[in-house]
């Protein structure tokens, strides 16, 4: 088997193999548009060939601006591959870590064969972590949330940011976040976040942190938007503020600065595991909608 990167001509036979269907998010729609746009690229789209017969594809995305891919968006392999883990867990391979596969489905469907093929696919290639993310809604269909009483909310520099988050990490339901303070440390994945939350396309004049009636830091609010529309970027509290409900507040200011923005839904993951976010979704009016399977 041949692994390479996508050339130029690559590109029909490739827009072919993402006319089936399947559990990939990735369409040919949505392959052209983004490698457009700079979210797929061309040395981050791989292909396993059988001689001179595509077998296999892997396409990873990325942040436009960034240097490397970070998530895999879609495995396919052909009809006459009869066991496709080998073979996607080698294209897997090519990329080097950290990066993450993320499978979006209902909760109905997580045992789907497709799904466990590719998780299995994952999990050779060394990604043998699974996280579960619900995966959370808001329209403008439903009230506003409550804004914070006691809570008042400022727009701060990257370092009083990086600051924060460092601080948010000692003790983190987060699985990204233990994983990534595991790996390089606290500071240094404090400063990765907040580079990647700047990659997103929501304005950075949105971020806001947020202080108590005495004055002292309580956490982090950042509204922010991706590609499919305007989402809840990061919800954090300080260690020290925990356990008072100030998850609602700095939720319930999110969901307002883009909501008086225009935004008409809003939507928001977290870990099935992170029991006190889960609740402040559902007490602030958010619908769970889908789930998201996470291999890292």
């Known amino acids: 088997m041949l692994y390479r990167t996508m050339v130029e001509t690559d590109l029909d036979e490739i827009l072919t193999c993402l006319t089936e269907p399947s559990v990939n998010t990735t369409t040919p729609e949505r392959f052209v548009a983004y490698l457009r746009d700079g979210g797929y690229r061309r040395e981050w789209t791989w292909l396993a060939f059988d001689g001179d017969t595509p077998a296999g594809l892997a396409v990873w995305w990325g942040f436009p601006d960034g240097e490397r891919p970070l998530a895999l968006d879609c495995l396919w392999a052909a009809p006459a591959v009869t066991d496709p883990v080998p073979m996607w867990a080698a294209l897997i391979r090519q990329v080097p870590p950290p990066v993450e596969y993320h499978l979006f489905t209902l909760p109905a469907h997580r045992d789907d064969p497709e799904i466990a093929v590719r998780l299995a696919a994952a999990a050779e290639a060394g990604l043998t972590t699974v996280t579960e993310r619900f995966r959370y809604e808001w329209t403008s269909a439903r009230p506003r949330p409550r804004r914070s009483a006691r809570?008042?909310?400022?727009?701060?520099?990257?370092?009083?940011?990086?600051?924060?988050?460092?601080?948010?990490?000692?003790?983190?339901?987060?699985?990204?976040?233990?994983?990534?303070?595991?790996?390089?440390?606290?500071?240094?994945?404090?400063?990765?976040?907040?580079?990647?939350?700047?990659?997103?396309?929501?304005?950075?004049?949105?971020?806001?942190?947020?202080?108590?009636?005495?004055?002292?830091?309580?956490?982090?609010?950042?509204?922010?938007?991706?590609?499919?529309?305007?989402?809840?970027?990061?919800?954090?509290?300080?260690?020290?503020?925990?356990?008072?409900?100030?998850?609602?507040?700095?939720?319930?200011?999110?969901?307002?600065?883009?909501?008086?923005?225009?935004?008409?839904?809003?939507?928001?993951?977290?870990?099935?595991?992170?029991?006190?976010?889960?609740?402040?979704?559902?007490?602030?009016?958010?619908?769970?909608?889908?789930?998201?399977?996470?291999?890292?």
């Open 151 to 296: 809570l008042t909310f400022a727009p701060a520099s990257d370092e009083a940011f990086v600051d924060a988050f460092e601080q948010i990490s000692a003790g983190s339901l987060d699985v990204a976040t233990r994983a990534g303070v595991a790996r390089i440390g606290a500071r240094a994945q404090a400063v990765e976040d907040v580079e990647d939350y700047k990659s997103m396309r929501g304005p950075r004049d949105w971020w806001r942190l947020a202080y108590d009636r005495a004055g002292a830091l309580v956490g982090c609010a950042l509204p922010s938007a991706n590609d499919g529309g305007p989402v809840v970027g990061y919800v954090g509290v300080l260690p020290s503020h925990r356990g008072h409900g100030y998850a609602d507040d700095l939720l319930a200011e999110i969901t307002w600065i883009l909501a008086v923005t225009g935004a008409t839904t809003i939507r928001a993951d977290t870990d099935s595991t992170n029991a006190p976010m889960v609740a402040s979704f559902e007490r602030l009016g958010y619908e769970r909608f889908a789930l998201r399977v996470v291999a890292s």
